[in-house]
């Protein structure tokens, strides 16, 4: 059995893309056969079953492997792969590379800032903000049961409630993290883990939102946020097979 080695160091996704790659392309795993199942790579690689989910997902967005859900991952024959994103500026010694950050990375770090910005908007929308709000939430609700494309007013409702927060880093903050819940491999994620009822109980969890907002109650809405993005972490971290 072929069997791939522990990566000691760097555990980001791409990084256990790039060493499965190096596996297809010599061979070891040929054209048609199944990959071993997440919780056996997780274990070869020492490594979090999360952090090779988002990897096997980022090898299907670069046409390496089909994923399967409830079936497994199957290694496709060679075609056309993409260049490699070129990293971003370094700023304070750190790369900005956000090829590096995997769709549930950036959910967490939507979950610890989205948190706390609601609960700030709680305290500093105006009464415009909380009606504008209020409306997108509305409008939601009547696209969802329409069954049509609801994503860009998600987008809205969350970025919204960051601007209503008086506070202009955190609302570019949360308006950078959802520019890059746009990328290919974080659509790939939705495509396969994201569905109606999903699409339903997040409805659920915005007027929720809605509710503790309108009565500026900052631990509620909070708390309710938290129960929002949790669901959805959830939803992400559903076994591939």
């Known amino acids: 059995m072929t069997r791939l080695p522990a990566i000691e160091t760097k555990r980001l996704y791409r990084h256990i893309a790039d060493v499965v790659a190096q596996h297809i392309d010599s061979g070891a795993f040929a054209p048609g056969a199944t990959l071993p199942a997440e919780r056996e790579l997780a274990a070869q690689l020492r490594v979090s079953r999360t952090s090779i989910r988002e990897a096997l997902i980022a090898l299907e967005v670069e046409g390496r492997v089909s994923v399967r859900v409830g079936v497994g991952v199957v290694v496709l024959p060679p075609g056309t792969r993409p260049a490699p994103a070129r990293p971003s500026r370094a ?24 948190c706390e910005s609601a609960a700030l908007a709680a305290r500093h ?31 809205r409702f969350h970025v919204r409630i960051a601007q209503s927060c008086g506070n202009v880093a955190i609302a570019l903050l949360v308006a950078e993290l959802w520019a890059h819940r746009a990328s290919t491999v974080s659509r790939k994620f939705e495509e396969h883990f994201v569905d109606a009822p999903l699409y339903r109980a997040t409805l659920t969890d915005h007027q929720a939102i809605l509710a503790a907002l309108l009565a500026r109650d900052a631990r509620g809405v909070r708390a309710a946020m938290k129960r929002h993005l949790d669901r959805v972490h959830e939803a992400y971290s559903r076994d591939l097979a």
């Open 91 to 114: 700023r304070a010694g750190v790369a900005a590379d956000w090829s590096q950050v995997g769709p549930l990375q950036l959910l967490e770090a939507r979950r610890v800032v989205e």
């Open 125 to 155: 929308a105006s009464a415009a903000d909380l009606a504008e709000i209020e409306k997108l939430c509305g409008e939601m609700a009547r696209t969802i049961n329409a069954g049509t494309d609801h994503y860009p007013l998600d987008e």
